[in-house]
């Protein structure tokens, strides 16, 4: 199973920005469509965005799209989640997640087709 350590998560005003990293320590994320999600208290886990191993190939909830940019760095086995103009309802702690894929393009956001999560990094955005 893949292993995923996400870091970048912390405290930031509303309107502020972040950039949250996922490593694969084993240096395997680029056979992997990957995706992030995030869980805020008392709320079901949700989407944010997705990538396939091709990295022009991107997906957004509409919550966050053209604030948030999600991208990889296939070489150094790492995949970002840049997020802008953060909002306080954006509190949350949020999870990288991985698929493995022969398929180049291939992408989802469906939670349950993903089979390895890393540990979760907390971000709290303050009104």
């Known amino acids: 199973q893949v292993q995923l350590v996400e870091s970048g998560g912390g405290l930031v005003q509303a309107g502020g920005s972040l950039r949250l990293s996922c490593a694969t320590p084993?240096?395997?994320?680029?056979?992997?469509?990957m995706g992030w999600f995030r869980q805020a208290p008392g709320k079901e886990r949700e989407f944010v965005a997705a990538i396939s191993r091709s990295p022009t190939n991107t997906y957004y909830a509409d919550s966050v799209k053209g604030r948030f940019t999600i991208s990889r760095d296939n070489a150094n086995y790492t995949v970002y989640l840049q997020m802008n103009s953060l909002k306080p309802e954006e509190t949350a702690v949020y999870y990288c997640?991985?698929?493995?894929?022969?398929?180049?393009?291939?992408?989802?956001?469906?939670?349950?087709?993903?089979?390895?999560w890393g540990q979760g990094t907390q971000v709290t955005v303050s009104s």
């Open positions: 084993g240096r395997t994320s680029s056979s992997y469509a």
């Open positions: 997640a991985a698929r493995y894929s022969g398929r180049y393009y291939y992408l989802t956001h469906i939670e349950d087709e993903y089979n390895g």
